[in-house]
């Protein structure tokens, strides 16, 4: 997921979560000193008390106002339109899907778990065909019964890009891959419930019938896009500004860019609702226009924590860092930080010229840059996050990027300039989003070690509001001369899948909102992952996912710069809080609560 958004859910295979486990007990203390902070004189839980691992849960009372603070609203509170991983995780509490991730910390979080279903799905027809039962008593806020039809129709939403676009696609892509339903606003049939691949025999009653088996069909049902949407709330693109809640919140107020206010739904039973705890009373969130504002209200505790959970500015971390280590948590986010080569751009054509960029970059520079070990991240050695299954984590390291060579190498990149015929070396641009502080400086650090081994680099910095038409165009990135991207990405859900396939696979080369930056077509990588979506063993999906993200090292179409981490902030009134890798090392919001 791009880098505004964090991310979805997973089935969390055992030898990735081991993975994880082991970096993120290496990582924590990381630069930060020994874990000091039992706790603090104003009732903070202590550094790293809610990383993987559940803080102050006895604590925990019924009532009060949660209080979030921003720097920045959704991208949409539609249900269908959202892909920004904090609204992802926010949406729980106005909306249900029929199957959630776990109420969990860590990669039990990342689970797959029934929500409007009784059950995970019973899967027939070799992995093609998925029936769910609804529960008992679920309700919209009005009381009504939330039906299979409902369900039907949230999922078809998806459908009607012209009218709601801005989500992911992947329901389309999977349950209609030749794009044959038109979308229940262009739907003929009177119940404008006319999409064949899902049928509602009773109202209890859901069964998704896929073209192709797709194996992790139920991690895509459990994002926020498969949310019930009902036909006479559903006010198009309109819908956003008031959501009509499936779950125990619903909007009390909205001003887009300033609060948002939501209030019980008293029609919301907690027997029908096994994720959910509800609570607070009261959940608010209040926009700022300035990050350090924000940060400062939070550490004097107006504000319970920061809704876009991407860690606090540099000015705010190094308050909290020397004064408040106690509410401070360091988890590794799912993200990637990194450096693409499109390979329109000469002399990036050649695998050499690739490599030599690799070689020549000073990886302990670029992590400084980036914040350095403890706000920035371990060194990045290859393009699989952490938290997708198939990951090796620092271990798989091809171009010695954490050891040998984490001050770059002149000589390898000397050599491979010679074998992609520019000993001299060559000139190229670097393309970097001009409101990212923190990639303008990644840029300067390449800029410099680059200019060591022959290679001279401009800087392009380009409107980081429009970074679609300007880097999403490969026509364009081919005219601007950008042989080097500076970009991250996080998964939508934590597979291959869900992380890789917008990437490296050649069918998401698209002539505009392109994330195949490299422009791969590679025979053996999309072989792969057909291999992938049909594979029904996960150990054999994890498997192939190493292959994958093997191929695409190779490959040599990426520089990573960091496997990311943030320093995230916990108010001293905060209960039963984790972080959760269903959202990518963000807390769940869904469960948190006031101290007592």
Not at 337 to 348: E, G, L
Request: glycine content about 10%; proline content about 5%.
């Amino acid at each position: 997921m791009s880098t505004q958004r964090t991310t979805g859910r997973r089935k969390q295979a055992a030898a990735a979560a081991a993975v994880v486990a082991a970096l993120l007990s290496t990582a924590a203390c990381g630069g930060g000193g020994s874990d000091d902070d039992g706790g603090s004189k104003n009732g903070a839980a202590g550094f790293n008390a809610a990383n993987n691992k559940v803080a102050q849960a006895s604590l925990v009372k019924k009532g009060g106002e949660l209080k979030f603070a921003g720097a920045q609203d959704a991208d949409s509170w539609d249900t269908t339109r959202g892909y920004y991983g904090f609204a992802w995780n926010f949406m729980r509490y106005y909306s249900r899907t029929l199957v959630t991730g776990k109420a969990e910390p860590g990669a039990k979080g990342a689970e797959v778990t029934p929500d409007l279903a009784t059950s995970t799905a019973k899967i027939s027809d070799d992995g093609k065909t998925y029936t769910y039962t609804l529960r008992d008593g679920v309700t919209w806020e009005d009381g009504k019964p939330i039906t299979s039809k409902d369900v039907k129709y949230g999922i078809e939403r998806v459908w009607a890009q012209d009218v709601l676009s801005g989500g992911p696609v992947y329901l389309k892509d999977v349950l209609d891959p030749k794009g044959e339903y038109p979308g229940p606003y262009k739907d003929k049939s009177k119940d404008k419930l006319g999409l064949k691949a899902i049928e509602t025999p009773d109202d209890k009653t859901i069964i998704f019938k896929l073209p192709e088996a797709n194996s992790d069909f139920e991690d895509i049902l459990g994002l926020t896009s498969a949310s019930p949407v009902r036909q006479d709330k559903d006010t198009k693109s309109k819908y956003g500004l008031k959501p009509f809640s499936s779950g125990p919140y619903k909007f009390q107020s909205y001003t887009p860019n300033k609060k948002l206010v939501l209030v019980r739904n008293e029609n919301w039973k907690q027997s029908s609702d096994p994720v959910r705890k509800a609570y607070p009373d009261k959940i608010s969130l209040t926009l700022f226009t300035n990050a350090n504002d924000m940060d400062q209200r939070l550490i004097n505790g107006d504000y319970d924590l920061d809704i876009g959970q991407t860690g606090l500015s540099p000015q705010g971390r190094t308050t909290a860092l020397k004064q408040h280590k106690a509410n401070l948590d360091n988890p590794v986010s799912g993200y990637i930080r990194y450096a693409v080569f499109p390979q329109s751009v000469k002399p990036f054509d050649n695998v050499h010229c690739r490599k030599a960029v690799i070689y020549g970059a000073d990886h302990e520079s670029l992590q400084t840059a980036r914040g350095g070990p403890v706000a920035g991240g371990d060194i990045g050695t290859n393009m699989l996050p952490p938290s997708v299954p198939g990951s090796e984590g620092q271990k798989y390291d091809p171009y010695e990027s954490a050891t040998t060579n984490k001050n770059g190498n002149v000589a390898k990149a000397k050599e491979e300039l010679k074998a992609c015929g520019q000993p001299n070396g060559f000139k190229t641009t670097i393309a970097v989003r001009n409101n990212k502080p923190v990639e303008v400086a990644t840029a300067e650090s390449l800029q410099a070690s680059l200019k060591k081994v022959g290679i001279t680099v401009d800087i392009d910095q380009f409107d980081g509001a429009q970074t679609t038409g300007i880097i999403g165009s490969p026509e364009n990135v081919k005219k601007k001369g950008y042989g080097i991207i500076i970009m991250g990405w996080g998964p939508d859900f934590p597979t291959v899948q869900g992380y890789g396939m917008p990437l490296w696979d050649s069918k998401y080369i698209l002539e505009s909102g392109n994330n195949n930056f490299a422009l791969i077509k590679d025979k053996s990588i999309d072989g792969l992952f057909d291999d992938y979506v049909k594979e029904l063993d996960e150990a054999k999906k994890v498997e192939i996912s190493t292959e994958i993200n093997h191929k695409v090292s190779e490959g040599a179409y990426y520089l990573p710069f960091v496997f990311e981490k943030f320093i995230n902030w916990r108010s001293s009134r905060l209960a039963n809080v984790y972080t959760t890798d269903n959202y990518s090392g963000q807390y769940d919001f869904v469960n948190l609560g006031l101290k007592k």
